[in-house]
T-cell receptor, first 114, second 113 residues
């Protein structure tokens, strides 16, 4: 079952605009990660935010985490056509002692129009 | 350094056959995870191996199995293939289990006819 759920499922914007994607999850987490996937390719790690962090930046990316609401957002500023991809949040939660898995949502498909 | 390498990249099988997929992790990475990606279910966790031991397993039937070798390379096997097994199978590695970012390969796209 999915731990994280992204919203919206699809987002279409113009180049230069900002894109915001949201992720909600159900259980307590150790950290939350965002990944990007170009069509039919492997995923690429973008950023990791720990449960005791509230905000993190990396280049044009800004991620926030609200553990009280069990939600995170990914903001891409000044978007480019090359940002067109699917974006996934992944929650890192320990399940049953040392058992651990990174669980992905279904993703947001971002289209940036030139 | 070289990234995660998955072979084969594409393959076509028929129902009832079996398939073995291979994954070579980044040098120095001892953890290998496998995911199945389909349009309907998204990314589903299959299993994670660390130091030749399966550390965790997802909710897949016993037809799905895997193993890891002493050089950290991993294989996954699907027996008695069903149409619903058609998917992109992604392998990911990281230095340690239980923590950190995953580095993904380009995937093996399996089509079952």
């Amino acid at each position: 079952s999915q731990q994280g759920e992204e919203d919206p499922q699809a987002l279409s914007i113009q180049e230069g605009e900002n894109a915001t994607m949201n992720c909600s999850y159900k259980t307590s987490i150790n950290n939350l990660q965002w990944y990007r996937q170009n069509s039919g390719r492997g995923l690429v790690h973008l950023i990791l935010i720990r449960s005791n962090e509230r905000e993190k930046h990396s280049g044009r990316l800004r991620v926030t985490l609200d553990t009280s609401k069990k939600s995170s957002s990914l903001l891409i500023t000044a978007s480019r056509a090359a940002d067109t991809a699917s974006y996934f949040c992944a929650t890192d939660a320990t399940s049953g002692g040392s058992n651990y898995k990174l669980t992905f949502g279904k993703g947001t498909l971002l289209t940036v129009n030139p | 350094k070289a990234g995660v390498t998955q072979t084969p990249r594409y393959l076509i099988k028929t129902r009832g056959q079996q398939v073995t997929l291979s994954c070579s992790p980044i040098s120095g990475h001892r953890s290998v995870s496998w995911y199945q990606q389909t349009p309907g279910q998204g990314l589903q966790f299959l299993f994670e191996y660390f130091s030749e031991t399966q550390r965790n397993k997802g909710n897949f039937p016993g037809r799905f199995s895997g193993r890891q070798f002493s050089n950290s390379r991993s294989e996954m096997n699907v027996s008695t293939l069903e149409l619903g097994d058609s998917a992109l199978y992604l392998c990911a590695s990281r230095r340690q289990a239980n923590t950190g970012e995953l580095f993904f390969g380009e995937g093996s796209r399996l089509t079952v006819l």
